[in-house]
């Protein structure tokens, strides 16, 4: 059988998306921004008459709601972002319907693992960012910490730091500061347990992550511990990056 064209395993690799995410946001209350262990960094970046975009949001946006364009592959999402006054488009990453230069923040987080054409991504992102603008995005590293939840949630990658790096700055990007992120257990056994219920008592097991896990996860979070540059990353299974969009 041929391989697939990328276009085809970049449109295959959307459906399985949304279909996740679809389930997963349909009954899911919106997290406001405020919430997170981001907002700090969020509010020193924000500014009067500034131009601001987030990809991917789900029901967990970190920018404020009002006066941000948001853009996911998920109706339900959208439709939640909406009722509550953003400004709401479908469509993905690795086509963004904007013109050049047009944003001053923009947030992507837990998005450019999922396309097959990272590269593609960036640009994008590097496309509709002004000179000078604040990209916040997190990502997954270490290859060698890849587990089938990773398969199950539409990963295509995690990245070692240096590759991570180099794509950035390829696409104009200099990284100001980071930190360690994300809320993904360490025990294999509870990873384990969880694609468990995700694959055999798939209802229950989104109604539990969206009425109790999502909740404790965010009332308990702890603050982001920033560091300039990229921090030291050998014991981090994700990382949030401050990256600045260079000039010229």
Known sequence: MPSPTPARADSE???VNRRFYDALWTDARLIEPERFNTWPLVQSLLAPAQ????????????????????????????AKLCARGGSATRGSITALPYGNAVFDLICAFD????????ERALAELSRVASPGAALITSVPLHPAQWT???????????YEPTELMAKLARHGFAVERSAVFGMQPKSS???DLGMWFLIHRRARAIWLYNRVLMP??????????????LIETADAGEVL????RRSG
């Open 51 to 78: 131009r601001r975009l987030e990809v991917a949001p789900g029901l967990r946006p970190r920018l404020p709601i009002e006066d941000t364009q948001f853009i996911d592959i998920s109706a339900p999402a959208l």
């Open 189 to 191: 056994r509870l990873i």
């Open 111 to 118: 998005v450019i693992e999922h396309v097959d054409d990272d």
């Open 216 to 229: 404790l996860g965010a009332r308990f979070q702890k603050p982001l511990a920033l560091a300039e540059g």
């Open 148 to 158: 089938g939840f990773d398969d199950f949630v539409g990963h295509r990658r995690r």
């Open 13 to 15: 690799l959307r459906d």
């Open 241 to 244: 990056l401050l990256c600045r």
